[in-house]
């Protein structure tokens, strides 16, 4: 996982990837091709204390988070007017960025930001079917530092599509939105299809047409062979 971060987490944190926790990204996408990308990483407050004194140096009183706004290094997430917010969920306190694109193109740009993941393809075209290939590449050796801090580290890559859900190659599927468990040290290309949900019904219906038109060639032709038969007689 490369050290500037997974997606446009400063690097000033990026000891926070290597060092554990937990991280959701999820890209939610929306007919036009606009949507929200949100990244959201959950720690403790020993979590926290390893992270910020061992893993980035500092001896502060700042949170990860509100360091993560001091840092320089936000000027993607200055140009796309992310939002930065701390919530607490049970003992776990979450820095959550949410960065909302314009359309798959803006996606397709913030996406290579990272070293991680490279868009090979973001489309959408005339008849409304989405196209989503993304290709993930973690950092070799992260293992070892993460684990040298005694934290447990988790990836969980999520996606809404537009649309009804084609074929893909997700670990689990909800509804419209796909996710993948990702790990450290391996390469990963994320593959997901989607199609109008207003075309459904249609295909369920030329579905249904095409087993009557099965069954009534069936009844014909039983009732040819019995006609010949009786004929024979």
Known sequence: MSKRMLFVIPIALATLLLAGCEML????????????LTVEFGYTAR???????????????????ELFKEDPGIDLLEEFNATITEERRGSQTWCVTRISFANL????????????AE????????DGEFTYLVNIHNMEGAKDEYEAL????????KL????????????????????????????????????????????????????????ALVIIGVVIIVIAWRKKR
Request: charged letters at 20%; aromatic letters at 8%.
């Open 150 to 157: 005694g934290i447990p580290y988790t990836i969980t890559w």
């Open 25 to 36: 990204i999820n890209t939610s996408v929306k007919a036009d091709g606009s949507g929200i």
């Open 105 to 116: 193109d803006e996606l397709a740009y913030i996406y290579p930001q990272t070293d991680n």
């Open 47 to 65: 979590e926290e204390r390893l992270i910020v004194t061992e893993g980035i140096g500092e001896d502060s009183s700042s949170s990860l988070c």
């Open 119 to 126: 868009a090979q393809t973001l489309d959408i075209n005339a």
């Open 160 to 215: 809404t599509v537009p649309g009804a859900v084609g074929e893909n190659n997700a670990d689990k599927v909800n509804g419209r939105t796909l996710t993948w468990d990702l790990e450290l040290e391996q390469d990963y290309s994320l593959y997901a299809e989607s199609f109008p949900s207003n075309s459904t019904p249609w295909l369920i219906l030329g579905g249904v047409g095409l087993c009557l038109c099965l069954l």
